[in-house]
């Protein structure tokens, strides 16, 4: 079985550029979840979506960070214009469940953003 | 939502057992208890689930105290490849549908 694909694995841009990321999940899964990592933390939650549906977009940033989930499948996470906090692993996460009580996640390798 | 508490690091040696402990008072009578790893420079995995009594799967097992207040993840025989963060998660309510939320979790280091 296919993983959770990201790409870019790495993008390097400077500060007031824009910058896109993609996520394919596993084939069948509902929900999808964007999470943002700095340097020694953790994941924290940016959007979740359940089939094309946004479910909790409460921590993100929207004046400067969009996603979408089109067809609901494929999804793309948007940073315009990124700034120097922006620098992170972004990582993408799937589930067949909309409930995480008791579903796996299923983790991308993430997409590292270096802004300079 | 609750709230928990692990180590910043833990030493093992390899080969030897390890029980990475977490501490979760909060945790509501209904919630499972997740833990995670994530290796360096690779996204988190799923290591384990269980709600009120011990679970044992191919990677490791898990205690849950009898009050619920706190789990043990344990590591049968620790290798180099268990070097990571693990992350002892209780699902959260969000808008609407249960979510993972990740702490700073506690850092393995395996000693050859």
């Known amino acids: 079985e296919a993983g959770v694909a990201q790409s870019p694995r790495y993008k390097i841009i400077e500060k007031r550029q824009s910058v896109a990321f993609w996520c394919n999940p596993i084939?069948?899964?509902?929900?999808l979840y964007w999470y943002q990592q700095i340097l020694g933390q953790g994941p924290k939650l940016l959007i979740q979506f359940q089939n094309n549906g946004v479910v909790d977009d409460s921590q993100l940033p929207k004046d400067r960070f969009s996603a979408e989930r089109l067809k609901g499948v494929d999804s793309t996470l948007k940073i315009q214009p990124a700034k120097l906090e922006d620098s992170a692993v972004y990582l993408c996460?799937?589930?067949?469940?909309?409930?995480?009580?008791?579903?796996?996640?299923?983790f991308g390798e993430g997409s590292r953003l270096t802004v300079l | 939502d609750a709230k928990t508490t692990q180590p910043n690091s833990m030493e093992s040696n390899e080969e030897e057992p390890v029980h990475l402990p977490c501490n979760h008072s909060t945790i509501s009578g209904t919630d499972y208890i997740h833990w995670y790893r994530q290796l360096p420079s690779q996204g988190p995995e799923y290591v384990i689930h269980?709600?009120?009594s011990n679970v044992n799967n191919r990677m490791a097992s898990l205690a849950i105290a009898e009050d619920r207040k706190s789990s043990t993840l344990i590591l049968h025989r620790a290798t180099l490849r268990d070097a990571a963060v693990y992350y002892c998660i209780p699902p959260a309510l969000g808008a609407g549908s249960y979510q993972l939320t990740f702490g700073k979790g506690t850092k393995l280091s395996v000693i050859p």
């Open positions: 084939s069948g899964h509902a929900t």
């Open positions: 269980g709600l009120t």
């Open positions: 996460a799937s589930s067949g469940s909309g409930r995480a009580g008791t579903g796996e996640l299923f």
